[in-house]
């Protein structure tokens, strides 16, 4: 089963999942835990993923995505 949210936010406002959380900066972009990890998919704008499992933050551009595989 896959637990997803599609998201449209401008300001402060952040999406986690269990591997994985996004922090908004103005854009539309999906967070969705699958069996395999914690999937983040941008659309429009750009999102600064931590990926809790490497411990590392990504900024994914429009048209990219970060998956944060489970261990």
Same mark, same amino acid.
């Given at each position: 089963?896959?637990?997803?949210?599609?998201?449209? %936010?401008?300001?402060?406002?952040?999406?986690?999942?269990?591997? %994985?959380? =996004?922090?908004?900066?103005?854009?539309?972009?999906?967070?969705?835990?699958?069996?395999?990890?914690?999937?983040?998919?941008?659309?429009?704008? %750009?999102?600064?993923?931590?990926?809790?499992?490497?411990?590392?933050?990504?900024?994914?551009?429009?048209? =990219?995505?970060?998956? =944060?595989?489970? =261990?």
């Amino acid at each position: 089963m896959i637990r997803q949210l599609w998201a449209n %936010a401008k300001g402060k406002f952040r999406t986690s999942g269990r591997y %994985a959380s =996004a922090t908004v900066r103005g854009t539309i972009w999906l967070t969705a835990d699958r069996c395999d990890g914690t999937l983040t998919r941008v659309t429009q704008g %750009a999102v600064q993923v931590s990926d809790f499992i490497l411990k590392k933050k990504f900024l994914v551009h429009a048209g =990219a995505s970060h998956l =944060a595989k489970k =261990a």
